[in-house]
């Protein structure tokens, strides 16, 4: 059998904690800052985890996910 292929750009922003959670940056971040509120700032910055309805999508693209080292 073939091997099943990485979806590059899938792997370049998903990263999979050590307990097996999917984590991804937030959007609205990359521009337009200044007259973003410093709290809204501080809560896009962080990166949170992915809903569970697009757990199964984005695990079925990153096929030999173990966890981010």
């Known amino acids: 059998m073939p091997k099943m292929k990485t979806h590059k750009s899938a792997a370049k922003r998903y990263k999979v904690t050590a307990t097996g959670k999917i984590v991804r940056r937030q959007a609205g971040i990359g521009h337009l800052l200044q007259h973003k509120s410093a709290s809204r700032k ?13 757990f199964k999508l984005i695990s079925n693209e990153l096929p030999y ?5």
Do not use: L, N, P, Q
């Open 42 to 54: 501080r809560r896009i910055f962080k990166t949170i985890s992915i809903s569970k309805s697009h």
């Open 65 to 69: 996910r173990k966890y981010a080292r």
